[in-house]
């Protein structure tokens, strides 16, 4: 039992500075504010089970696409490390607002076309599932961790079946619980709060995709040798 809380543990310690459920409060508020109690809870609703849905295939189905594509683990490891980088350096220096990315302004775009139906327009999958809480980075690092975990090495085999399951619904709760009470947050933090988050987050994933480049370096140095 201690093993699979280490791996829950490890697993959430990884996905929250990705997902950061805060920053998809800031974008759900900004969407959803023509919306009525039900209409917001509903969106809420499909948008955990979005995410947690696009971790669950994206960790089954990893290794599969690396093998079609013939990708290997250093090499999703320095492009992974990449990407987090990137996102980390957004998130410490954003040049634009979360309500003025792309995917957030076409979404208003199609709520200001129904201005009497928001209900129609559907946010939870695009922009909040992905790429606001499963994006880019929490897809690479899921793959990378999927594919490298060694199956009775690492962990024994039924962890690494029940661990990834537990890790994506809690991720996808708290996501949900995030934007049921997105009202309550906005009031408690403020705009700063979530911001000095954000940075905070932004932070831990410039160093965790630094090291993920690292980490895939000295694999091809090894394998060189």
């Not at 129904?114 to 790429?131: E, G």
């Not at 690494?160 to 995030?178: D, E, R």
């Amino acid at each position: 039992m201690m093993t699979l809380l280490n791996a829950i543990g490890w697993g959430l310690l990884i996905l929250l500075p990705l997902a950061n459920p805060l920053t998809a409060v800031a974008m759900f508020l900004s969407l959803a504010d023509e919306m009525n109690f039900q209409q917001r809870n509903r969106q809420a609703l499909q948008s955990a089970v979005y995410v947690f849905l696009i971790m669950l295939i994206t960790w089954f189905a990893g290794s599969a696409v690396l093998n079609t594509f013939g990708i290997s683990i250093p090499g999703l490891r320095i492009a992974g490390g990449m990407i987090v980088a990137f996102i980390g350096f957004r998130m410490l220096f954003p040049v634009q607002q979360v309500h003025e990315a792309p995917e957030v302004q076409h979404k208003q775009d199609e709520l200001d076309a129904a201005p009497h139906s928001p209900q129609t327009v559907n946010i939870a999958f695009v922009p909040i599932a992905m790429p606001g809480t499963a994006g880019p980075g929490t897809i690479a690092v899921i793959i990378s961790t999927a594919a490298s975990v060694k199956s009775g090495v690492d962990y024994p085999a039924w962890i690494l079946t029940v661990a990834p399951v537990i890790c994506f619904l809690l991720v996808a709760i708290m996501l949900w619980v995030a934007l049921r009470c997105s009202g309550s947050i906005m009031r408690l933090v403020g705009k700063g709060g979530i911001e000095a988050l954000s940075r905070l987050m932004g932070f831990l994933l410039v160093c965790m995709g630094i090291q993920f480049v690292i980490n895939g370096v000295v694999d091809v140095a090894t394998h060189l040798h």
